[in-house]
């Protein structure tokens, strides 16, 4: 990816080439740190090293069995779908298996899409490292149930994927489902260029080499300086913004393809980094659509944002047809790509002009090397910024708190979290 930082230079918080310089020093010491970690494959430095440690083999052998698939389901939540669901809308042409995530167990919608699915021509992707997750679990047992409804034999359509132990994976054992391996050492949330994200790239017949080539690439060009490491930019930056006081960092590709991409980078980012009362806020906004919208609160509001802009150089374009309607005859002869150039460059003005601090983000296409690329560089720029905020990037206690809690609710087990459910204040009007 290309990173330009202009536009956070002297703004409101903002940074300064000098500050930029000093802090160069800490990131070299960060990079020492974070090259040791990928040697000794330590947990979580270990995605990393995904580009020259994915088996993309195995991945296309478990998924060769479904080469008649007219869908994809898979059946995760959070990492286990975000990444698969990035590759996935970033990349399907007309003549893919359509791909569908359930993410979430709100009971109406997955009964909707339970009900428009082809499940005899669906393929089911369950995917959990521990084989434990209460989502997961809970709408696999539901779509099993909805295929055995339907006639359809559901361990002729289904693949796992998950660690090596556990409920799925006693289950593929038994009924002798093709699976595949979460790799060990790398947490949900970096695992898109694992055999987590790229199955479903897979089936839908994407280049699987040409997405760890990208990621392979940004793996090379990490070093010790943010000045030549796009990553490292990145992550020094917001970084820095943050101790400024620019808490909340909006996501904003101007591309409809990489909308689902701002979903992924929110759950890197806040689930990395929100720690001992540090981290960045996440938000998403898409381009230029936003523009109407949420582009007012961070011109015009509170000064606690940055603003990272994101664009390929390279896309498919559509000329916009001559006119005579008056005052629109500026439009005939340009192109949609002009209007969302123009969209962008002004957005990115704007922002300057009022002192908003923003980072310009560019890849070359919503290709498979350059997402590759793209994934791998979010991530290395999150695992900096931790290092520099000496925060503990590869844990989520926060997010186990919740599951205890709802597990407990269910019975699945005492959890002291339950108990504080039950003490909740309420003050409700009606």
Known sequence: ???????????TPGVSRASLERLDEQVAAAHERIAAGRDAHEHGYEALNLPSTV?????????????????????????SALGAATFADALAGPDDPDAYFLDNVDPEHVS???????????????????GTTAETLANFLVVRESMADA???????????????????????KH???????????????SALSTVGLAVAAIQGHDLDAIRAGSADAAGGLSG???????????????????????????????????????????????????????????????????????????????????????????????????????LSYLGGSSLGDLLDAEFEATEASLVESGVPAIRVEIDAVDERSLGSLLYEMEAA????????????????????????ARGLLGGGDFEEAEAVDQRTSLVVE
């Open 225 to 327: 300086s943010l000045f030549e490491t796009p990553a490292y930019a990145y992550g020094a930056t917001t970084y820095a913004l943050a101790g400024r006081g620019a808490v909340t960092n909006a996501m904003m590709p101007y591309a409809e393809r990489l909308e689902t991409f701002a979903e992924w980078f929110a759950q890197l980012w806040a689930e990395s980094l929100g720690k001992d009362g540090l981290g960045q806020t996440p938000a998403r906004a898409l381009g230029a659509t936003d523009q109407h919208s949420q582009l007012q609160l961070y011109r015009a509001g509170p000064r606690d944002k940055l603003v990272t802009l994101v664009r390929p150089r390279d896309y498919s374009d559509r000329a916009i047809p001559e006119t005579d309607l008056d005052g």
């Open 112 to 130: 909707r899409l339970l009900d428009s699915l082809p499940l005899d021509r669906t393929v089911l992707n369950v995917v959990s490292r521990s």
């Open 55 to 79: 088996d993309l083999d195995a991945i296309r052998t478990a998924v060769a069995p479904f080469d008649d698939a007219e869908a994809v389901l898979t059946v995760g939540i959070g990492g």
């Open 151 to 173: 006639g359809v034999d559901w361990t002729d359509r289904t693949f796992v994927t998950t660690g090596e132990s556990g409920n799925l994976r006693s289950l593929a054992e």
């Open 1 to 11: 990816m290309h990173v330009d930082l202009g536009s956070s230079l002297d703004a």
């Open 176 to 190: 002798d489902l093709p699976s595949l391996s979460v790799p060990d050492g790398v947490p949900g949330r970096f």
């Open 382 to 405: 999150c695992v900096l910024y931790g290092e520099l905020a000496a925060v503990s990037t590869f844990t989520q206690p926060a997010v186990e708190w919740g599951k205890n809690a």
